[in-house]
């Protein structure tokens, strides 16, 4: 009989997770006939090496008879966490593991005193989006991944620059007039990377990327703003942008403007939540 086993992640487990998360996802993409989420087993981990190294967040690894399996992860940086990647060997699944690395970020959040959790979820995986509901995940956004770098002359009049330790309060206040919470612990660890912008008009800032792309956020006063960002920031290497689909005004300028629609998604929630009342663009976790 088979023992399943979890634990904390170690530094040990970059490798064998990181090829496991690779081929999880190229597996799950490649069975439905889109482009993979990955390039490479060495880039997934890196990825899981920078949320190791990085403060604030947990991770979690499941064993199989002593064999990494898989592994989770849970953002608690900010007032609401942020659930994934989670990833399972494809050769060992349907025993039960990602249930079982769900649970435990649950019980983690849970633990702290952690209310509210968001994740974001391949809207052609249909199993992943059946076990997050019977946990608890409600889906409450439909979300799409558009790809390419837009251009729109008309947007010239704003200033787009790096972030700066001065930006954070005025950054974090746009963020709570939109999600309601701020995402600054987000922001701080942008602030040491390449990808985090912010749109300035008039000389005040009108919106705020900690990345374009999968890995960041982008809050925004008004549309025009954050197109601003979209045609004059540098995007991230990943598949493209995420955009909610119930933002038309957004949406439409983005494929007026040269991107393209690549897959949609997802966004979940368990326990409180407060739709965003402004313009934004949701990273791959919420």
Partial sequence: MEHISLRSFEPRDVEPCGR???????SIAQRHGFPHDLPNAEVAAGMLSFLLETQGFYGVVAERDGVVAGSNWLD??????????????????????????????????????ITEMRLVQLAYHARSLSLYTKLGFASREELVVLSGVPDDPQLRGYSVRPIEPDDLMPCNRLC???????????LLTALSGPNAFVAVRGGAIRAYTSGLGYFGHTVGGTTESICALLALAPHMPSPGVIVP????????????????????????????????????????VY
Avoid: K
């Avoid at 060992?92 to 649970?103: F, N």
């Fill in 20 to 26: 496991i998360c690779y081929e999880a996802f190229a």
């Fill in 76 to 113: 608690e940086r900010n007032a609401v966490a942020g659930v994934g990647p989670i990833t399972v060997d494809p050769a060992v699944q349907d025993a039960g593991i990602g249930r079982r690395l769900m649970q435990d970020v649950i019980a983690r959040a849970e633990g702290r005193g």
């Fill in 176 to 186: 709570e007039s939109v999600y309601g919470f701020h995402r600054g612990g987000e």
């Fill in 245 to 284: 689909v119930r933002d038309y005004p957004i949406f439409r300028w983005c494929l007026d403007h040269g991107m393209r629609a690549v897959l949609t998604m997802t966004l979940m929630s368990r326990g409180p939540y407060h739709a965003p009342n402004g313009p934004y663009l949701p990273s791959v």
